[in-house]
């Protein structure tokens, strides 16, 4: 079992920046690739950014440029730093890891709690 807990989400407007870390505990060894999902009211969930241990990364056409992925394979976080936020952006972010997640995005085995991101115009 994986137990992902993500924080750093809040309120900032439009322009603005925030940081989310996810922090991974239990069966870490697997977590071979990690990344952040997002969904928006009444929309589906999608891929924001991946990442692997080695540091290959993929972004969605939405937020490349913008946002940045990374991760601390010693503590087992991956992190996203947002910024240039556009109302757009807002939803509930979701970390994940596991089995079938893929870097090109296929859905994850494992799924953080979520944490919610507003912009405000």
């Known amino acids: 079992q994986v137990q992902l807990v993500e924080s750093g989400g809040g309120l900032v407007q439009a322009g603005g920046s925030l940081r989310l870390s996810c922090a991974a505990s239990?069966?870490?060894?697997?977590?071979?690739?990690m990344g952040w999902y997002r969904q928006a009211p009444g929309k589906q969930r999608d891929l924001v950014a991946t990442?692997?241990?080695?540091?290959?990364?993929n972004y969605a056409d939405s937020v490349n440029g913008r946002f940045t992925i990374s991760r601390d394979n010693a503590k087992n976080t991956v992190y996203l730093q947002m910024d240039s936020l556009k109302p757009e952006d807002t939803g509930v972010y979701y970390c994940?890891?596991?089995?079938?997640?893929?870097?090109?995005?296929?859905?994850?085995?494992?799924w953080g709690q979520g944490t919610q991101v507003t912009v405000s115009s």
């Open positions: 990442i692997t241990t080695g540091g290959r990364i």
């Open positions: 239990g069966r870490v060894f697997k977590l071979n690739i």
């Open positions: 994940a890891a596991c089995y079938p997640l893929s870097l090109s995005g296929s859905y994850p085995g494992c």
